[in-house]
């Protein structure tokens, strides 16, 4: 199985920052690369596929990009709503491995 | 609008099996993978399995092999993910999601989760 190593485990922000989490995998995984947030005691929402482009309703403050081997998921000018935790996920090849995953924490 | 709605919350015993559904209603379902993925208490997400009715093709994460049944029924678009031999660390939310081809394969829709206890 391919492994996603996803940092960092937890960040501490304040309304108006900007934030970036890494993943990176153990192996090639092309742009087959997601993001999705997901609350307490909800299922996880899609954020981001094909490594940068943005789902259908998802605000343009979150953005992905990669550099090298690793994979970014940037959120600008950090909302209430968007302290969370989130996972990258590789959709190369099953099963499709997900990063630790980040909880976003109000500083 | 395509939704995923799953059976409700079990308790179970160790060594029993439990079988949960996942109805896809508002679109087509056989020409989607709908995969089970399951997250315990405090935990992160893990892919379980994957259903593609289409091509009848089923794949099994090797942690499950031969404890898990994943299957369809194309008449009801409903999934079903059967899991036997059930332990105390199967206690976790267990939820299905829609792979989407025009999304990289992305999980772009999710089940609301369905909670499963297994304790004596």
């Known amino acids: 199985d391919i492994q996603m190593t996803q940092s960092p485990s937890s960040v501490s922000a304040s309304v108006g920052d900007r934030v970036t989490v890494t993943c990176r995998a153990s192996q090639d995984v092309s742009s087959w690369l997601a993001w999705y947030q997901q609350k307490p005691g909800k299922a996880p929402k899609l954020l981001i596929y094909?490594?940068?482009s943005l789902q259908n309703g998802v605000p343009s403050r979150f953005s992905g990009s990669r550099s090298g081997t690793d994979f970014i998921l940037t959120i600008t000018n950090l909302q209430p709503e968007d302290f969370a935790t989130y996972y990258c996920?590789?959709?190369?090849?099953?099963?499709?491995?997900f990063g630790q995953g980040t909880k976003l924490e109000i500083k | 609008q395509v939704q995923l709605v799953q059976s409700g919350a079990e308790v179970k015993k160790p060594g029993s099996s439990v079988k949960v559904s996942c109805k896809v209603s508002g679109g087509t379902f056989n020409s989607y993978a709908i995969n089970w993925v399951r997250q315990a208490p405090g935990q992160g997400l893990e892919c379980m399995g994957e259903i593609i009715p289409i091509f009848s093709k089923k794949e099994y994460a090797q942690k499950f092999q031969g404890r898990l049944t994943i299957s369809a029924d194309e008449s009801t678009s409903t999934a079903f993910m059967e899991l036997s031999n059930l332990r105390s660390d199967d206690t976790a939310v267990y939820y299905c999601a829609r792979a989407a081809a025009t999304r990289e394969n992305a999980f772009d829709i999710w089940g609301q989760g369905t909670m499963l206890t297994v304790s004596s």
């Open positions: 996920q590789q959709a190369k090849s099953f099963p499709g491995t």
């Open positions: 094909a490594v940068s």
